[in-house]
């Protein structure tokens, strides 16, 4: 069966950088994307950007671009999603999910809650 | 950017009662929408893709309609289990982007 398994909780200083890793099993990894997806506290969906695990072909949110770098080892079937300066408003739970551009998210991972502060 | 707005933002239902909610889309986005449901401290749940498809497993009392810019998800008779938040969610465009959620709470 399809799994998506996220890396535990991390805290963080404001500035600092976290990098998120999402361990997919079940399915060919090459043959779909993955997608970030964050939720601050209380508050909805937010998109933060895809990734190809194909060709590694990237599609950041206009927001986060210049702080976000999302990629992927095939040899593993892990992709990652690396935040830097941080800030307090950076704080979410942030779920990877399979699906880019084209396809909605039908697999999701568990959340990692990144909790930025001083 | 596409935008998408639900309404309404909150909703009180009694188990049983049939339920709707409308999303609608800053601009045509065909049928590439998605539905999401929602538990607290869970990961979101996909239940209708490409506007009236239903995912495998998901209650046949969920369906989906619409396209271009206006889509509803309907709940046919609301059970226990469906109170949550649900998000719809268009990938139509480069991007994806969720409306701001439907909580559907117990009356």
């Known amino acids: 069966q399809v799994q998506l398994v996220q890396s535990g909780a991390e805290v963080k200083k404001p500035g600092a950088s976290v990098k998120v890793s999402c361990k997919a099993s079940?399915?060919?990894?090459?043959?779909?994307?993955i997608s970030w997806v964050r939720q601050a506290p209380g508050q909805g969906l937010e998109w933060m950007g895809w990734i190809s695990a194909y060709n590694g072909n990237t599609n950041y949110a206009q927001k986060l671009q210049g702080r976000v770098t999302m990629t992927t080892d095939t040899s593993t079937s892990t992709a990652y999603m690396e935040l830097r300066s941080l800030r307090s408003d950076d704080t979410a739970v942030y779920y990877c999910?399979?699906?880019?551009?084209?396809?909605?998210?039908?697999?999701w991972g568990q959340g990692t809650l990144v909790t930025v502060s001083s | 950017d596409i935008q998408m707005t639900q309404s309404p933002s909150t909703l009180s239902a009694s188990v049983g009662d049939r339920v709707t909610i409308t999303c609608r889309a800053s601009q045509s986005i065909s049928s590439w929408l998605a539905w999401y449901q929602q538990k607290p401290g869970k990961a979101p749940k996909l239940l209708i893709y490409?506007?009236?498809s239903l995912e495998s497993g998901v209650p046949s009392r969920f369906s989906g309609s619409g396209s271009g810019t206006e889509f509803t998800l309907t709940i046919s008779s609301l059970q226990p289990d469906d109170f949550a938040t649900y998000y719809c969610?268009?990938?139509?465009?480069?991007?994806?982007?969720f409306g701001q959620g439907t909580k559907v709470e117990i009356k």
């Open positions: 490409k506007a009236s």
């Open positions: 969610q268009q990938y139509n465009s480069y991007t994806w982007t």
């Open positions: 079940g399915y060919t990894f090459t043959s779909y994307g």
């Open positions: 999910a399979r699906g880019v551009s084209g396809d909605p998210g039908d697999y």
